[in-house]
């Protein structure tokens, strides 16, 4: 059903949003998906910024625990 709206059929839907909406009502609503987008873009380069400092300190803090007579055996 939807795979076959076309361009008419976009340009209509258009049409009617900004007639029910109103121009402010749609630019307030778009401010504010740009805004979650970028806040959403913001925790996720967070994330992996703490993900690869974890990794970094784990790193850093591995150490060889294995006694001193079992290391020369192979």
Request: proline letters at 3%; aromatic letters at 2%; charged letters at 30%.
């Amino acid at each position: 059903m939807l795979n076959n709206i076309g361009l008419p059929g976009l340009l209509l839907i258009a049409v009617v949003v900004l007639v029910l909406f109103g121009r402010g009502k749609i630019s307030s609503l778009m401010g504010e998906v740009g805004k979650g987008i970028t806040s959403f873009k913001k925790g996720v380069s967070e994330g992996t910024k703490e993900l690869e400092d974890e990794a970094k300190d784990s790193v850093e803090t591995a150490r060889d625990v294995t006694p001193a007579d079992e290391k020369d055996k192979v």
